[in-house]
């Protein structure tokens, strides 16, 4: 046949996925399931939950407030019913299987920290290391997702922040947390924190690039800004023009610095593949126990002592294994029901082969 009346047959492509991210709103929850949706290559809806009391009181165990239930006009999860659900945060938990039942099973979900109502919550479970769940649904990894992917890393040394590539190398990317359930920041600690900073500064010729959290003490707050510009660094108090250089402070660091009161904060300073030099307030809890005995166990991280110390590592980042985990799960779904398959480009996934 000539080639000309040769017929050519383009390969049949899967379909978008439509996801929904489901919290409650907190920050931390809301960034580790958008981490997630964006390895995988989606954009999804944000949607949050609000029930009234006492059924936030209830929370995880239910009952659902009606007024939010699914399928109901204005609710947090109306139809058309979405293709994946990915959830995380104690109030966020009753939707999950409220939503199978009213979806015929169809909608896969999955949730992302213990549910405290065991792994039958969802479809697809992730918990860290510390959580004690455990099940053929659950995966378990040393760190928590999150939104610092090495694409995001690799655009910010590409594209560098210049208020960060200015000062001086070595550059020490600061992350510093507060007070929570489980930590304070006793005076005593604010002052051993800025001290060590200082003698780092001071001694190893680093400039700090300092970011604080809506938790940090405001005297340590004050103490930070008066830090960078002593010692010629950077601050970013949240309220400065210009874009939020959280990445950026990451992408550029020779070392990070950060407290121990957040898993998160933990998690993605492991990413950069820098040594992690971690100062511990006053409190603790075994998962952070845990986390920071596990990043030390891989050389990553050390005790922040005001020195800079340790060599750079292979980052860790355990996004790319949630999301790959979470997309064989939702596949096996999809077959199961006998529903097509959707795209998930971010793993390469764009076709239904």
Same mark, same amino acid.
């Given at each position: 046949m000539p080639a000309s009346r040769m017929s050519h047959t383009a390969p049949e492509r899967s379909p978008p996925?439509?996801?929904?991210?489901?919290?409650? $709103?907190?920050a931390g929850d809301e960034m580790q399931c958008l981490g997630v949706a964006e390895a995988l290559g989606l954009a999804p809806e944000i949607r949050r939950?609000?029930?009234?009391?006492?059924?936030?009181?209830?929370?995880?165990? $239910?009952?659902?407030?009606?007024?939010?239930?699914?399928? *109901?006009? $204005?609710?947090?999860?109306?139809?058309?019913?979405?293709?994946?659900?990915?959830?995380?945060?104690? *109030?966020?938990? !009753?939707?999950?299987?409220?939503?199978?039942?009213a979806s015929n099973g169809r909608v896969f979900t999955a949730f992302l920290k213990d549910p405290r109502t065991g792994p039958k919550a969802a479809d697809f479970v992730w918990v860290a290391e510390h959580d004690r769940l455990r099940g053929e649904n659950v995966l378990v990894t040393l760190t928590a997702p999150h939104r610092v992917s090495p694409a995001r890393l690799a655009a910010a040394?590409?594209?560098?922040?210049?208020?960060?590539?200015?000062? !001086?190398?070595?550059?020490?990317?600061?992350?510093?947390?507060g007070d929570?359930?489980?930590?304070?920041?006793?005076?005593?600690?604010?002052?051993?924190?800025?001290?060590?900073?200082?003698?780092?500064?001071?001694?190893?010729?680093?400039r700090p690039m300092i970011t604080a959290s809506r938790r940090t003490p405001g005297a340590l707050r004050a103490g930070l800004a008066r830090l960078a510009a002593q010692t010629g660094g950077f601050y970013?108090?949240?309220?400065?023009?210009?874009?939020?250089?959280?990445?950026?402070?990451?992408a550029l660091a020779d070392a990070v610095v950060v407290t121990a009161d957040s898993t998160n904060m933990l998690g993605e300073a492991a990413a950069a593949g820098v040594p992690v030099l971690v100062f511990s307030p006053s409190g603790g809890h075994p998962k952070f126990e845990t986390l920071v005995r596990g990043l030390e166990a891989r050389g990553i991280a050390r005790s922040f002592t005001g020195r800079l110390e340790g060599a750079r590592t292979e980052p860790l980042d355990s996004t790319p294994v949630v999301a790959a985990a979470l997309a064989r799960a939702y596949h096996a779904h999809r077959d199961a029901h006998g529903l097509p398959r959707t795209a998930l480009p971010g793993l390469g996934q764009d076709t239904g082969e």
């Open positions: 996925t439509r996801a929904v991210v489901l919290t409650d $709103g907190k939950v609000a029930p009234r009391r006492p059924f936030a009181w209830l929370a995880p165990r $239910g009952p659902l407030d009606p007024r939010e239930r699914p399928g *109901r006009p $204005g609710g947090p999860l109306p139809e058309p019913w979405p293709d994946l659900v990915i959830a995380s945060g104690r *109030r966020a938990v !009753p939707y999950l299987p409220a939503l199978k039942r040394r590409a594209d560098p922040d210049p208020r960060l590539s200015a000062l !001086p190398t070595p550059r020490v990317a600061v992350l510093a947390g929570s359930r489980h930590h304070r920041f006793t005076e005593g600690d604010q002052a051993r924190f800025l001290a060590d900073l200082g003698r780092l500064a001071r001694e190893d010729g680093a970013w108090d949240g309220e400065s023009p210009g874009e939020n250089p959280y990445v950026a402070l990451l």
